[in-house]
């Protein structure tokens, strides 16, 4: 059985780092950042707006901000033919 991971970048998925800087109510001034990551596919990122519309409707705190980072880090686009070789001395 392969792993979850592995599959979802062999599907073109890639791994998605969002940095959620948000409010508290009992702290209303002060900023705070939470770091989440999950596999998703860009552009449309589903995953993420599917986080983010639970987080509106589940956790009391109002997002301020979204920092996203985005990396397939497997995938077809990364074979490419090689033509020749160079040595450097």
């Known amino acids: 059985m392969a792993d979850r991971d592995f ?21 209303p001034s002060l900023l705070q ?7 998703d596919e860009a552009p449309d990122y589903p995953v993420l707006f599917g986080f983010l519309d639970h987080w509106r409707r589940e956790i009391e705190a109002a997002i301020h901000s979204v920092r996203i980072a985005h990396d ?14 160079f040595t450097l001395q």
């Open 72 to 85: 397939r880090s497997l995938g077809a686009r990364e074979i490419r033919k090689v033509d020749g070789v």
């Open 33 to 39: 950042q939470y770091v989440w990551q999950e596999y």
């Open 7 to 27: 599959e979802l970048q062999l599907k073109g998925y890639g791994l998605l780092t969002a940095e959620i800087f948000y409010f508290l109510p009992d702290y």
